[in-house]
T-cell receptor, first 112, second 112 residues
Framework: GDSVTQMEGPVTLSEEAFLTINCTYT??????LFWYVQYPGEGLQLLLK?????DKGSNKGFEATYRKETTSFHLEKGSVQVSDSAVYFC???????????FGGGTRVLVKP | DSGVTQTPKHLITATGQRVTLRCSPR?????VYWYQQSLDQGLQFLIQ???????AKGNILERFSAQQFPDLHSELNLSSLELGDSALYFC???????????FGPGTRLTVL
């Protein structure tokens, strides 16, 4: 079945540091890939998405590129802020088309 | 604000009891998905409804059931509650055209 693996946290960074969260997936066919963010005490918000190979999703300074050859969708941000402290989830919508499959989540803490 | 509403926000109950969680999807969305977020299992898909009909089932226990009503709101019923059922329960509705899911703020269930 489909699965998503992402790096375990917590990831602790200083403000303005570079952030990378690794995400790899296993799926049949050509899934759509997503990053969701969960701020403390809130629900999940869609951060960005990519629907086909080599697509780059971007939003709020975050970027991720759909790499089919490495089955990866790593999240990056060049300069993080304290307000980026949250849990980030990588997810895929598989060929079966009936649900999102999530990774375990990566907690990011940005210190001033 | 995602447009998906969930009530109640918090629920505290005892083992063996039954509770009902409610979700209203975004206006115009026909699909409702239920997810459970727990510390040990992460985010897991429970069940999907589309326009009143069950469409897909995930890791949903037999003690749990759901339904979607003609006005498209959905209810998740959890019975014979156990300590391990303590979790955040999210519902989401889907944009049909592009598989994006919008999540509600969640219901935090605590079973004592």
């Amino acid at each position: 079945g489909d699965s998503v693996t992402q790096m375990e946290g917590p990831v602790t960074l200083s403000e303005e540091a570079f952030l990378t969260i690794n995400c790899t997936y296993t799926a049949t066919g050509y899934p759509s890939l997503f990053w969701y963010v969960q701020y403390p005490g809130e629900g999940l918000q869609l951060l960005l998405k990519a629907t086909k190979a080599d697509d780059k999703g971007s939003n709020k300074g975050f970027e991720a590129t759909y790499r089919k050859e490495t089955t990866s969708f790593h999240l990056e941000k060049g300069s993080v802020q304290v307000s980026d402290s949250a849990v980030y989830f990588c997810a895929l919508w598989g060929a079966a088309g009936n649900k999102l499959t999530f990774g375990g989540g990566t907690r990011v803490l940005v210190k001033p | 604000d995602s447009g998906v509403t969930q009530t109640p926000k918090h629920l505290i109950t005892a083992t063996g009891q039954r509770v009902t969680l409610r979700c209203s999807p975004r206006s115009g969305d026909l699909s409702v998905y239920w997810y459970q977020q727990s510390l040990d299992q992460g985010l897991q898909f429970l069940i999907q409804y589309y326009n009143g009909e069950e469409r897909a089932k995930g890791n949903i226990l037999e003690r749990f059931s759901a339904q979607q009503f003609p006005d498209l709101h959905s209810e998740l019923n959890l019975s014979s509650l156990e300590l391990g059922d303590s979790a955040l329960y999210f519902c989401a509705s889907r944009v049909r055209s592009n598989n994006e899911q919008f999540f509600g703020p969640g219901t935090r269930l605590t079973v004592l």
